[in-house]
């Protein structure tokens, strides 16, 4: 008993830290759940340098539709790891035209010039990742999907590794997981640099039954059928 409870106790205990550890925010809308350092804000006037600082990742969403010309993207919404030099060729490319979209923006512009170290946070989508505009080229011409009502900094021009986008430096650091759905930044916050990416999820898709419920309904129409069978043939005996 003392053995059993020894064991029970540990995974209590750490029942307790894991949600402190874990913890996220959950939203309505193209974003899921947050955490980190991140604020999920409403569309906003403007988002140009200045407009919008602070030493958290502000995130909002921007438009849903469908793809009205095809969209050249700097990647595909590959999982794995990368970083503002990592070699984007093989990943880039484009978003067809029809394609059904969800359109996020997360943006970068610190309050300091020397914060203490660069804001580490996670999103999750409601849909797969299908896209990433990361530099200032595939922005301004991601621009039409923004959030109509907001500036965007478009044709901001570049200052050496700095662009409008991540920079091209490894310090930019970012990956999305396995299952397509999350995406986790840890992007240069310090000297004054202004970061952007945005982003393309597929709409949630349709809700599907369960394999249980699938089970559960297939049962019952096995039965259905098994009922209607005896009536016929109760019927038949009868007139017969």
Not at 27 to 52: D, E, Y
Not at 61 to 79: K, R
Not at 144 to 156: D, E, F, K, Q, V
Request: hydrophobic share 40%; glycine share 10%.
């Amino acid at each position: 008993m003392h053995q059993v409870l020894r064991q029970i106790v540990p995974c209590c205990a750490l029942g307790l830290v894991l949600p402190i550890l874990s913890a996220s925010t959950a939203h309505a809308g193209f974003i899921a759940s947050t955490t980190g350092a991140i604020n999920v804000i409403s569309p906003p006037a403007s988002a140009v340098p200045g407009a919008l600082t602070s030493n958290n990742y502000q995130a909002w969403d921007e438009t849903s539709g469908a793809i009205s010309a095809p969209l050249q993207v700097n990647m595909l919404g590959q999982p794995g790891s990368y970083d503002g030099l990592s070699n984007y060729a093989p990943l880039a490319g484009t978003l067809a035209t029809g394609t059904k979209y969800d359109s996020v923006m997360v943006q970068l512009d610190p309050k300091t010039t020397f914060p203490a170290q660069s804001p580490i946070a996670s999103i999750t989508f409601t849909g797969k990742i299908i896209g990433l505009a990361l530099f200032g080229q595939s922005l301004d011409a991601s621009d039409i999907y923004g959030n109509p009502s907001t500036t965007y900094p478009h044709g901001l021009p570049s200052i050496g590794t700095q662009t409008r986008g991540i920079d091209f430096t490894h310090d930019d650091r970012f990956s999305i997981t396995n299952n397509g759905l999350t995406l986790n930044l840890q992007l240069t916050a310090g000297f004054g640099d202004f970061d952007e990416i945005r982003i393309f999820a597929a709409p949630a898709a349709a809700s599907v039954p369960e394999p249980a419920s699938l089970a559960i309904w297939s049962g019952l129409g096995l039965v259905l059928a098994f009922r209607r069978r005896s009536l016929l043939n109760i019927k038949q005996q009868f007139w017969t």
